[in-house]
């Protein structure tokens, strides 16, 4: 069916592992950087072992503005550290995944002189840090030139654009390369394994207890160093080890909408609004043959693994994206509206934390490694900070993170182009379990479509369930509660 690069990432080999090996490093969470840390540490030798309490990417890693960017909002902040950085991660990131992260340029709509000045002079900065790398320069269009790249575009008053590129990437995408990498090394991974508690000897966390969300089978996973990346989570499993723990992370929501890709006239290019009223940078770019368009940033009081784009929010992301269109888009042209939960670092925790611009590394007393924080274009950085701390605080063999130059399992498209085909591959490669896993993270349907991914729900669910080997009930289980989901992500229709 497809031509095979390496081993599948197995889940119920996963599982045996876990249950009779001893781990050097174990870490719980399989978003962005858990993924990164099991690839990092399994890299370097030790023994890996990841559990994830869902599937893969299925919480902030698979909701983003699927951009790897410097950050062209921090360099206005004057953080030039963290841009130089991630600009030396976005680099590494399209040699190391060619196949999933792709240059894109964008454009900059300038209506006053001062604007267009500061723009372009910001984007030579940011063309400057970059260094030596392969991404095109950044340069000055006119309102003419900048309506050939987004023939939608209304450039009316425009006094000229700025195009700059970065890169685009499927963020569940490379969720699953990295697992997949990091089995090639030699790591067990296995989602719908829940960390119920851990294993604490001496004040000193030696384990976790895990169960098999599946089968209720609880099970003790031995390592010398448990690290916690959990991303919005992260709180829970440090209260785990030391219940005193205070919150380390303040989380806001941000939203995205996706509409028909005729709103940026079929373009390849992608638009950027320097500055909306709430002071923040919005995406609108092409995606997956449609236009994603974001993002926003609203306060979040609680951790949710599925939390909704507001009316709000999509009516706000609307207004704004209309005000650089020739012709307005409607919430009746809204095909799917999502959200994602991030954590932000409030706080410098004791005096063990290494805090970065974004991200933080905390051992807690009892030797738990907390890593969260951050954003997808410096997970690999993030990850090696998290198995450097763990490694020096379990004393293990000192190894040098060589993830910089490691390539990602490339992507297996089927060579049969069919559902059945797509299932397969999803369950027997990449452990899909779910019709929610393969229509919104083997496939990227229900972030896309919304409507057509729920009509596809029974045919995924019959296959899935052949491969299984599950029964009708649980297929019909599996077609209503995504059709409870798809109605989440349909935004305002």
């Known amino acids: 069916m497809c031509a095979r690069l390496g081993a599948a990432v ?37 023994r890996t072992a990841l559990i994830e309490a869902s599937d893969f990417a299925k919480g902030t890693s698979s909701r983003s503005t699927k951009l790897i960017h410097g950050g062209v909002r921090y360099l206005r902040q004057g ?14 990131l399209l ?3 060619p196949d999933i992260v792709q240059e894109l340029a964008f454009i900059i709509p300038a209506y006053g002189t001062l604007d267009l000045m500061l723009y372009a002079a910001g984007l030579k900065a940011y063309d400057v840090l970059a260094g030596a790398s392969p991404f095109s320069p950044s340069r000055l269009l006119s309102p003419r030139t900048a309506r050939t790249h987004i023939p939608t575009l209304n450039v009316t008053r ?14 569940a995408r490379l969720a699953l390369a990295l697992a997949r990498t990091a089995s090639d090394h030699g790591a067990a991974l296995a989602n719908y394994v829940r960390a119920e508690a851990l294993v604490i000897d001496a004040n000193r966390v030696t384990g976790i207890v895990a169960s098999d969300t599946e089968s209720g089978e609880r099970f003790t996973i031995s390592a010398r160093v448990v690290i916690n990346a959990c ?3 992260a709180d829970g499993v440090r209260r785990m080890a030391d219940p005193g723990a205070q919150p380390l992370l303040t989380l806001s929501r941000g939203s995205h909408i996706v509409l028909s890709s005729s709103v940026l006239g079929e373009a390849s290019t992608a638009l950027l609004v320097p500055r909306t009223t709430d002071g923040r940078v919005l995406f609108a770019i092409p995606w997956n043959d449609h236009t994603l368009v974001g993002t926003t940033e609203i ?35 809204v095909l799917s509206a999502w959200a994602g939960l991030r954590p932000l670092v409030k706080r410098r925790a004791s005096a063990t934390a290494r805090l970065s611009r974004e991200h933080v590394i905390e051992v807690s007393p009892q030797g738990l490694v907390t890593v969260t924080g951050g954003k997808w274009t410096t997970f690999r950085k993030m990850a090696q900070d998290a198995v450097d701390a763990a490694a020096s605080h379990a004393r293990l063999t000192p190894a040098q993170c060589s993830t910089q130059t490691i390539a990602l399992r490339p992507y297996e498209v089927p060579l049969l182009v069919s559902l059945e085909g797509r299932v397969t591959l999803a369950a027997d490669e990449e452990m899909a379990r779910t019709v929610e896993d ?3 993270r083997r496939t990227r349907a229900l972030f896309v479509d919304a409507k057509a991914a729920r009509d596809q729900a029974p045919a ?3 296959a899935l369930a052949r491969r299984l080997g599950r029964d009708t009930a649980w297929e019909k289980e599996q077609v209503r509660a995504f059709d409870v989901l798809a109605s989440r992500y349909r935004g305002l229709r």
């Open 158 to 171: 425009m006094r000229a654009a700025v195009m700059y590129t970065d890169a685009q990437f499927d963020d």
């Open 438 to 440: 393969v229509l919104a």
């Open 231 to 233: 991303g919005i989570f």
């Open 299 to 333: 306060a979040a009081e609680h951790a949710e693994p599925e939390p909704r784009a507001s009316d709000a929010e999509i009516a706000f992301i609307l207004s704004t994206l209309n005000r650089y269109l020739q012709r307005p888009v409607s919430e009746n042209d």
């Open 10 to 46: 197995n889940r119920a080999r996963s599982l045996e592992r876990l249950r009779r090996e001893s781990f050097d490093v174990a870490i719980i969470g399989g978003g962005a950087t858990g993924l990164g840390a099991a690839l990092d540490s399994a890299a370097r030798g030790y």
């Open 79 to 92: 953080n030039i550290a963290l841009v130089r950085e991630a600009l030396h991660e976005r680099t590494l």
């Open 95 to 97: 040699r190391n995944a």
């Open 460 to 462: 995924v669910a019959s």
